[in-house]
């Protein structure tokens, strides 16, 4: 009978972070924990009229103004930037090989888009702050 009880107790346990909001079980939350990372969606730049493929394409994130940009599975150096739209103004440009985190807190809220590029292939994305 009283592993009976206990398996019930346990049982009750275990379901209490279901009848949590939102699946939140603390009991004070964060503006960090209400960030969200989001992908920046990314397209390929066409720069001449050979356009060159790979099975890899790389991500970029951005969570609490850090953009996130994971080069993955390709091979080589890329060039990293990111420039203000309202302006055209290059915010942050830099050479990298495999991934970059970059804080854009100090800059102003608005429309910015980012470039990644290499000799061979690049690709752009827009994002907001």
């Known amino acids: 009978m009283k592993a009976l ?12 972070p279901f ?14 924990e209400k960030s969200e990372k989001k992908e920046i969606p990314l397209r390929v730049i ?6 060159t493929y790979s099975l ?6 951005i969570d609490n103004n850090v953009i996130s940009v994971d080069l993955g599975g390709l091979s080589g150096s890329f060039t990293v930037s990111i420039i203000r739209l309202s ?12 991934g970059v985190e970059i804080d854009l ?10 470039e990644i590029v290499s000799d061979e292939q690049g690709w752009q994305g827009e ?3």
Do not use: K
């Open 5 to 16: 009880i206990l398996c019930f107790i346990l049982l009750w346990l275990g379901a209490l």
């Open 19 to 32: 009848y949590a909001e939102n699946g939140n079980t603390s009991t004070a939350t964060t503006d960090t």
């Open 46 to 51: 066409t720069t001449n009229e050979e356009v």
């Open 56 to 61: 890899f394409s790389p991500a970029a994130y």
């Open 87 to 98: 302006s055209g103004m290059d915010v942050y440009t830099q050479h990298c090989v495999g």
């Open 105 to 114: 807190s100090m800059q102003e809220s608005g429309y910015y888009q980012i």
């Open 127 to 129: 994002f907001r702050l």
